[in-house]
């Protein structure tokens, strides 16, 4: 396992815009805990942008969950399952706003 040291010094350094997608129902990460150190960190950066979308209903793979369980998706294959109302139409935004030029 690598190990960064000085992790918020290194968020605080990026100067690049960021998206962060958080399932509500995310029981792999703690996703209030994340939003708040990207907040704190990215966030406060002039030279990055910092986008955070969360999905209510949603696990740690971005789709449609009942309870976030890794229970609710046990044998099932990476691909499967309905991905959260919003998901990709929220990238599809942020890179038309960030990346792609029109």
């Known amino acids: 396992m690598t190990v960064v040291r000085d992790f918020d010094g290194m968020l605080s350094g ?13 029981t792999s990460v703690d996703w209030r805990k994340t939003k708040r150190l990207y907040e704190t960190t990215i966030g406060w950066n002039t030279g990055a942008t910092l986008t955070v979308r969360t999905f209510p209903d949603c ?10 369980s890794v229970r609710e998706v046990e044998g099932m294959p990476l691909d499967a399952g309905e991905k959260c109302k919003g998901y990709y139409e929220t990238q599809i935004e942020w890179l038309r706003k960030y990346v792609v030029s029109e």
């Open 14 to 26: 990026l100067d690049i815009d960021v998206l962060a997608l958080f399932g509500e129902k995310d």
């Open 59 to 68: 696990n740690h793979s971005m789709n449609v969950s009942a309870t976030g």
